[in-house]
């Protein structure tokens, strides 16, 4: 499948089980393709023809972007270095999740979890080790015995019931077989991560070529906020007030842009999902025609107090 029918299909099973989604970030290149919500779970999706070629570099600013937001970043693809990716199975690219357009729609629309998680050496599921060890007295088996029955030693039977250690896909079928009952823990692909200041910390020792946006930035931190810029976003920063009552996500213009329409309603449609207030400091010679909240930088650099910011929305 090519990727603009992955990207048109992934959006298209959000929406019918009942998510929001923004507009497609596509005025610039961007980490991400779309952020989308349904209740406290909230995702920013880049969809891949094959994983295996994602940067570092921008598994990195999406798993930062989406840590500011208590977010979860996530992958759709169907290959990786040319080999197809198996349904069901969640797989892992720079520490984010990656799981097939099958696998999406069965946990969207069918509410069915996937078990098996692709790993280093094979295929792997984690076990409820408090139920094995349950299970294992009421039938009053040893650690010894029920490791001698699974053909494992007592070490990694103690690693399940602890919870230190992940199962291969044939034990995990030995052991349910044994015991009876189900062990295998499903995969929540959409667990919020919580709020990461670790963006806005790593920021404050980022070089920012960019003067105009570098000026904002330093007026926005007199103010106490926590700022930080962007590099593939349709946004070139976001700010988080004293308290984190408010968050920000702002835009400068840039020299030769001719599309500040297209972007700024990509911020918009952003900002809405996340719950963020879109902003753009405007020059006065580029100004979006499309609603968004803009504000003069000189009228920013007479701003003495925080309260007159939050007056400007």
Not at 203 to 222: P, T
Request: proline share 4%; aromatic share 8%; hydrophobic share 40%.
């Amino acid at each position: 499948m090519k990727l603009a029918q992955i990207l048109n299909a992934t959006e298209l099973i959000l929406k019918k089980a009942g998510f929001q989604v923004s507009e497609r970030c596509t005025s610039r290149p961007s980490c991400f393709d779309f952020v989308t919500r349904k209740g406290k779970k909230l995702v920013f999706v880049k969809v891949h023809s094959d994983v295996g070629n994602v940067s570092a570099r921008d598994a990195c600013e999406v798993q930062a972007i989406s840590g500011c937001f208590s977010a979860t970043p996530l992958f759709i693809c169907d290959k990786t270095h040319e080999k197809p990716l198996e349904d069901d199975t969640v797989y892992s690219r720079c520490s984010i999740y990656t799981i097939t357009l099958k696998t999406l729609e069965d946990i969207v629309s069918r509410k069915m979890q996937p078990l098996v998680e692709a790993g280093p050496g094979g295929c792997y599921v984690r076990l409820n080790g408090n139920a094995i060890r349950k299970k294992r007295l009421e039938l009053g088996l040893s650690v010894g015995k029920l490791a001698e029955m699974m053909g494992v030693s007592r070490r990694t039977l103690y690693g399940y019931e602890k919870g230190m250690a992940k199962a291969s896909v044939s034990a995990a079928y030995g052991l349910e077989w044994i015991l009876g009952i189900p062990m295998a823990q499903s995969i929540d692909v959409f667990e919020s991560a919580p709020r990461d200041t670790g963006f806005f910390a790593t920021a404050k020792r980022i070089i920012i070529k960019h003067h105009f946006l570098q000026a904002v930035l330093k007026k926005l931190a007199q103010f106490d906020f926590d700022v930080a810029p962007t590099k593939r976003a349709p946004f070139d920063f976001i700010a988080r007030s004293p308290g984190n009552s408010l968050s920000i996500v702002g835009a400068v213009p840039h020299k030769g842009e001719r599309n500040v329409d297209q972007r700024t309603e990509e911020i918009v449609s952003f900002s809405k999902i996340v719950n963020a207030q879109p902003v753009f400091i405007t020059d006065g010679k580029q100004v979006p025609n499309n609603g968004i909240s803009t504000i003069h930088h000189k009228d920013l650099e007479e701003i003495e107090h925080p309260e007159e910011f939050f007056a400007q929305f």
